[in-house]
């Protein structure tokens, strides 16, 4: 375990010191789900953590600045908001910034499997067992100095349902929807969108076969509804890395993959790290 740490330790020092050289900060938008890139002081202290609403942010550097990367929950109201971080002389300083409301749009959605729509005593059994699993996962934290936040799509297809929805199944109120959808052809391969490590896989009522990656300071992307998984846990990636293929497990009504990134262990909208950034109306429309 002590040699699996430390080859790990390795290899995300070597993806941020590649990552450094042309590090592209995300799309900013300050919004429920959405993320912003705050400078910090000149005189910020390193290592030490910037805090969040209780919660480690990611911090890179780009073009010789310090940044905080803070995801913001979905279920942030509108407001002012601040970061807390340490400077050299160990006073603690405060950075506010403000979030705007977004207006998500609906969706309606019918699963003929009624149990994934209400829940058995049986299947809320599991349902809660998986989120220990998943909880765990999402508050993993590696110390990555420079994690890439350059990715790439992890598949083609149409974006069948976008991030922040608002859902209805069978006529029934739900969380909204906190991942991007790409619909695909069963069989069509899902491959990493930047490089990382296989936090877990396993098959969990809703999401189906599932592969969670860490990718560095608290950024965690997730591949759902799976029909095979193709990495193992403790697999290290790279960018294109085969990590299973397109299928209709879980609740899905149709062959798709639900892709979610977690940032400080918000649910954020994948869409925000594509490198070449493209508005709701481009989303919407199928993908060459």
Known sequence: MKQLNFFIIIFFSLLGSIAFANNHLPKAEAVPGGV????????????????????QIMVLNASKQDYAIVGIPLSTKPGNY????????????????????KAYPTQYLTIANKRKVNPNPADLQRIAQEQVIIDKLKNTWTQAMQPNLQFNWPLKGRISSAFGLQRF????????????????PAGTPIKAPAAGRVLGTGNFFYSGNAVYLDHGQGLITMYGHMSKIKVRPGQL???????????????????????????????????LFISQYRHDSVLAAARE
Request: a positive charge; aromatic letters at 6%; zero cysteines.
């Open 82 to 101: 601040q970061i807390n971080y340490t400077d050299q002389a160990g006073q603690t300083l405060k950075q506010t910034f403000t979030v705007r409301a």
């Open 169 to 184: 199944y069978n006529g029934e109120p739900r969380s909204p929807h906190a991942g991007l959808d790409i619909a695909a």
């Open 237 to 271: 990636v790279k960018t294109g890395t085969l990590l299973g293929l397109v299928g209709q497990t879980g609740r899905a009504t149709g062959p798709h993959l639900h892709w979610g990134v977690m940032l400080n262990k918000a649910l954020v909208d994948p869409a």
């Open 36 to 55: 912003v890139a705050l400078p910090l002081a000149s005189k910020f202290k390193r290592p030490s953590s910037v805090i969040f609403q209780g919660r």
